[in-house]
C-alpha cells in the first residue's frame, strides 16, 4: 500500500468514463491527472506514487469507488511507438499493469474518439510495465472484443512454504504476469476453491499475502521498482467443460476478481509453462460471475524467451469489453470542505 500523502487544499475535478469488462469495473479518468516528473512511464509511476496517491484514493474508494475498484489515468505515450500511454489505479496501489484495466480503457477511449491509433484493430500502450499491444474489433461504434499482447510473464519463484494461522502450510509459486502473484494451487490445506467459501478466502488472502512478502523478496530483474507480491491467485476445478482451470484472484484489501484477471491469466501460464504442464491455452471462471452472455476470457501462450535468469513466456488476453457510457465528474474539495475527499476504506468490525 502506498504512503498515506493529503489532499491538497484547493478544488480538484477530474473527468472519467466507467464501464467494466464483463466482469470486473474500469474508471478511465479522461481530464484532471496530475502532471508527472519522468522519462519512461515507469519513472512516472514512482512520481504518482510519492505525489499523489490521494488521486488514487479519491477516486478508488468509497465514498467515490469501493473495494474492487479499479481504473487508469490517460497520458500522451513517452515511447515513438506507442499511441497511448496508460497509468494504473486500483485499491491495491499504482500497478505496472493491469490487464482487464487496459482491456476496458482501450474500449473507453476508442469509442469516445480519444486514441487514434495508427493502424486500425491495433493499439500501442506505453505502460509503466512497458509495451503492450491491444488489437480490437469493431461493430460499428462500439468495440466488440480486445485482445491483449501482455508483457512477458515468468515463474519467479517455486514451492514458497509458509505457515498461516489457522490454515497451516501452504506451498506457493510466485509468478510473474505484470505483478506478482503467489499463486496456490490444490494441496493438502487447500483443496480447491470448491472446498472454500469467499469469507475464508477474504480471511486467508491478506495473511498469506503478508507472510509470502516477509520470507521471499521479488523484484523484475529489467525494472526493480516493480516488487513484492501483491496479489494472490487461488486455484480450483473447472465447472465449465471449455475450461482448463478455473481461479480466483484476491487484492487490496478485500477484493475478489470479477474475473479471472488478465496478468493473474499471465502469470498463472507462465507458472504452467515453467513447470512443464502443457496448457496452451487458459480460460477460467470464477463461480459465474459476470461473464456477459456466457463469454468466457481466453489466454493464449504466444511465444517463449530468456528474461534474466528466467524463462519468459508472452500471452494473448481477450476479454469482451462494455463501457457504461457514462461520465462521471469527481469533484474533491479540500479536507475542510470534503472530509471525504482522500477517500475510505471501511473494515467490517463486531458491534
Known sequence: MSPAVPVPS??????????????????????GGPFLDGATMSEKRQDFIARFDWVRRSL?????GHDVMSGAILYPPLRADCDIAMLYIEVTGCLPICGHGTIGSVTFALEHGLVMPREEGVVALDAPAGKVTARFQRNGAHVDSVRLYNVPSYLAVEAVPVTIEGIGELVVDIAYGGNFYAIVDKQKNFRGLEDVSVDWLLRGSPALRRRVNEVVAVAHPDDPTIRGVSHVQWIGAPRDPRAHGRNTVFYGDRAI???PCGTGTSARMAQLAAKGRKHHRH??????RGRGA?????GDRAERRRLGAHDRVQHDLRRFPRSARRRLFADLNSPTADPEGRGRAYRCAAL
Open 283 to 288: 480460460a477460467v471462471r470464477w463461480k459465474g
Open 60 to 64: 478508488m474508494f468509497e465514498p467515490r
Open 10 to 31: 484547493g478544488c480538484h475535478i477530474f473527468s472519467c468514463i466507467d464501464g467494466h469488462t464483463c466482469g470486473n469495473p474500469v474508471r478511465l479518468v479522461i481530464g
Open 294 to 298: 456466457g463469454r468466457q476470457p481466453r
Open 257 to 259: 476478481d470479477r474475473s
